[in-house]
């Protein structure tokens, strides 16, 4: 007994769960690094083309880019503005996704770590922990709409489930059988976020495969059911002039912030690429997949129209009005499966690599994916963001606010300011050339003050529009491109005119060739010893 008691406790101890780095690493001890956080070694960059191809027909195919289609027709759009809208605001996340991502190709550094350079050492968890918090939300988002895809199949066995009684208040903007539901689906989930990502690349293979083909089923039976004669190529908005014009800025934006957070950490995907030229697939496959499901939600959004006489902008609320059961079942099915490949791979292992850098001395990806899940799962209620189609349109928009400065910083600092000649050794040292000033890059904090405060009265506004904020609320409609290019203008023209020489190097310093320019290793270890003992990490 005493000796399980003594296993019990020597658990309790902090030094118990603290991690190592790899052998290798460039930070000074372990805790500024632990084996995620560190440069992919050559074997673990194990995805293709066609990885990327799979990743992005598997993150296309979710639930949140249907609803962001087929909700812009519950705000007044019809088919003829809200498709462009997606065309061309995937076109342009694509092209930044490509900027940011071979970034990460080169350099094999997940994002939290890559930011110091631009940001500098300390100033750079401000944006980490902005990430950590939007991936958490969305992770919260997509268990919600996981579980109503749960609601769906076992109502399609058990139709009684419907008639289950509600013990809750109906402001909760949930019932007892959706909280049940949501339990189910956070538990089906949650072994799948134990998966490393150089293996998790196959349930997007999975998801590639049998999502898409379900999901051009449910098309075809739109326009089986009503013809574009009656339904889609029908309809026409209702709004006009600067209205119509704000509401098409407003889609355009929204179809920005479904993936501007992935634009801002896609390095933690790229690192794993054989090469840089494996991602640049993501310049095409983006837009062309993103389009065609926007179309998918728009056509059976738009026959959902005709056949109900109601906008049902969720899909899981159009296959609740479907007889077939069968058709409903599988149907649910293919959009849980959707849902899981996307919540991971798109928000916990976000959040996740996100967290490493906040203690890397004891969180790695699969710590940081269990945090996740408690505290993105429950502790967020997404199924109040999603109470209605404004709702989800508001929270789409809140979220470029940031994202678009800080992509437009990243953008920025490696292609125009530093030409692709960045120090990665340096990124893991708290004292190296990118600690700036005290551990704040003053140049990337100018440009966040130059971006984002414009767009906060926006802001405000969509969370509560009792509150006027006058015409501030039209720069709300494109936070993503104002925040993108104002940041992007700023941070560059600032650090070319007051440029942090010490920052500045001839060529590219990474893990493939740091040996090359190394110290003797009697300095080496001097310096590690005068960091450790100058330096009061927090951990």
Not at 87 to 108: D, E, F, K
Not at 351 to 356: C, G, L, P, Q, S
Not at 513 to 523: F, G, L, Q, W
Request: hydrophobic share 50%; glycine share 6%; charged share 10%.
């Amino acid at each position: 007994m005493s000796t399980a008691m003594a296993k019990v406790a020597a658990y309790t101890r902090p030094s118990a769960w603290a991690l190592e780095p790899e052998p290798s690493t460039f930070a000074p001890n372990n805790r500024w690094s632990n084996k995620d956080m560190d440069p992919v070694p050559p074997k673990g960059r194990t995805w293709t083309t066609w990885n990327y191809v799979a990743y992005w027909l598997s993150d296309a195919t979710n639930v949140a880019a249907w609803e962001l289609a087929s909700s812009m027709l519950a705000i007044g759009l019809s088919w003829r503005q809200a498709l462009p809208a997606i065309a061309v605001g995937h076109i342009i996340i694509s092209v930044v996704m490509v900027l940011n991502g071979t970034i990460g190709a080169r350099l094999h550094v997940p994002f939290p770590v890559l930011n110091r350079s631009s940001f500098g050492f300390w100033f750079s968890y401000f944006s980490v922990v902005s990430r950590v918090v939007l991936a958490m939300f969305w992770f919260g988002i997509q268990t919600f709409t996981g579980s109503e895809c749960v609601y769906q199949m076992l109502k399609a066995i058990w139709p009684s489930l419907a008639r289950l009684p509600n013990g809750l208040a109906p402001g909760a903007h949930i019932t007892t059988s959706g909280m049940m539901c949501y339990f189910l689906y956070w538990l089906i989930q949650f072994p799948l976020m134990l998966v490393s990502p150089q293996k998790i690349r196959w349930l997007f293979m999975v998801k590639a495969i049998i999502v898409p083909p379900a999901w051009l089923a449910m098309m075809i039976w739109a326009f089986v059911k009503v013809p574009s004669s009656k339904g889609l190529f029908e309809q026409h908005t209702a709004l006009s002039g600067s209205a119509l014009s704000y509401a098409w800025l407003s889609a355009l934006n929204s179809a920005l912030g479904l993936y501007s957070t992935l634009a801002v950490n896609i390095p933690d995907f790229t690192r794993y690429a054989k090469n840089e030229r494996a991602q640049y697939i993501q310049l095409f496959i983006i837009p062309v997949a993103f389009t065609l499901v926007g179309f998918a939600g728009i056509a059976v959004t738009s026959a959902g129209i005709v056949l109900y006489d109601d906008v049902l902008w969720d899909p899981l609320a159009l296959i609740d009005r479907w007889d077939n059961r069968a058709a409903a079942f599988f149907a649910s099915f293919t959009f849980v499966l959707a849902t899981l490949g996307t919540n991971i791979s798109a928000n916990s292992l976000s959040a996740a690599n996100d967290m490493t850098v906040l203690f890397p001395r004891y969180i790695n990806i699969r710590r940081g994916q269990v945090i996740c899940a408690v505290l993105g799962g429950w502790a967020l209620a997404p199924w109040e963001i999603l109470a209605s189609a404004q709702g989800f349109l508001s929270f789409m928009n809140g979220y470029t606010v940031f994202l678009g400065p800080f992509a437009g910083i990243m953008v920025g600092d490696y292609w125009i300011v530093h030409k692709c000649k960045v120090d990665v050794p340096a990124m893991y040292d708290p004292h190296g050339r990118y600690r700036y000033t005290y551990g704040f890059n003053w140049r990337a904090v100018v440009a966040i003050l130059f971006s984002v405060p414009p767009n906060l009265p926006g802001l405000i506004s969509s969370i509560n529009p009792k509150i006027a904020v006058g015409g501030a609320i039209h720069l709300f409609d494109f936070a993503w491109i104002f925040g993108f290019f104002v940041a992007l203008v700023v941070y560059s023209v600032l650090s070319l005119a007051f440029p942090a020489k010490e920052t500045f190097i001839p060529e590219a310093i990474t893990s493939d060739n740091a040996h090359k320019t190394e110290e003797s290793p009697v300095s080496s270890r001097m310096e590690r010893k005068s960091v450790d003992e100058e330096v009061k990490p927090v951990v």
